[in-house]
């Protein structure tokens, strides 16, 4: 079992930053392949960024390339997703997410993965 908690959330103004990080417990977290979703307001959860299990490989949504930032230390058993020049539209509950298959590769698609966290909450004023 691996147990993911996330952390970092907050009120930030747009244009500010913010860096939510996942904290994994479990030894095989380097092995896994790492994805950040958000979930707005009425809205269903949609990707954000995914991770492989190196780091050598990433990918984000378009509505948040060239501000976000994935990144793990996996001797640290952490993944991070570092947020500038935020938008009202990226308020939502961020969720990480670990897919323990696929040779460590990450998905766009929530049902590759097996474990989630809590969530955190992220809200940008205008």
């Known amino acids: 079992q691996v147990q993911l908690v996330e952390s970092g959330g907050g009120l930030v103004q747009a244009g500010g930053s913010l860096r939510l990080s996942c904290a994994a417990s479990?030894?095989?977290?380097?092995?896994?392949?790492m994805g950040w979703f958000r979930q707005a307001p009425g809205k269903e959860r949609d990707f954000v960024s995914g991770i492989n299990w190196s780091g050598s490989s990433v990918y984000y949504a378009d509505a948040v390339k060239g501000r976000f930032t994935i990144s793990r230390v996996n001797a640290k058993n952490t993944v991070y997703l570092q947020m500038n020049s935020l938008k009202p539209e990226d308020t939502g509950v961020y969720y990480c997410?670990?897919?323990?298959?696929?040779?460590?590769?990450?998905?766009?698609?929530?049902?590759?993965?097996?474990?989630w966290g809590q969530g955190t909450q992220v809200t940008v004023s205008s």
């Open positions: 997410a670990a897919n323990p298959k696929d040779g460590g590769y990450y998905s766009r698609y929530e049902y590759e993965y097996d474990y």
């Open positions: 479990g030894r095989t977290f380097s092995s896994y392949g």
